[in-house]
Nanobody, 124 residues
Framework: QVQLVESGGGLVQVGDSLRLSCAAS????????MAWFRQGPGKEREFVAG????????QYADSVEGRFIISRDDAKNTVSLQMFSLTPEETAIYYC?????????????????WGRGTQVTVSS
């Protein structure tokens, strides 16, 4: 089983950038699809971005397309999310997740393993 630990969250101002990282342990995740989700106060967990293994196919939520960049380093067993131009509405706990069948989906229930999340707060 893969254990995921997110880092990089914090308090930022509107328009700021932030880079989140997710470190995996337990086994290599080089064949797994990886994704970032977020859950704001009183909201459901929502898909942010995903990246497949091997062919590096990437998918973003419409709301972050052009502002967020997901990447992975299989040699280091890490996945990152670079976020630009953050807004207060993006205040949330950000979660890293993985699924073994290497297909990106937007449904949280389809992911096999999760981190505990890292808090991102965007202040106006």
């Amino acid at each position: 089983q893969v254990q995921l630990v997110e880092s990089g969250g914090g308090l930022v101002q509107v328009g700021d950038s932030l880079r989140l990282s997710c470190a995996a342990s337990g086994r290599a995740f080089s064949s797994d699809a990886m994704a970032w989700f977020r859950q704001g106060p009183g909201k459901e967990r929502e898909f942010v971005a995903g990246i497949r293994a091997t062919w590096r196919i990437i998918q973003y939520a419409d709301s972050v397309e052009g502002r967020f960049i997901i990447s992975r380093d299989d040699a280091k067993n890490t996945v990152s999310l670079q976020m630009f131009s953050l807004t207060p509405e993006e205040t949330a706990i950000y979660y890293c997740a993985g699924k073994t069948n290497n297909f990106i989906t937007k449904e949280a229930s389809s992911y096999d393993f999760w981190g505990r999340g890292t808090q991102v707060t965007v202040s106006s």
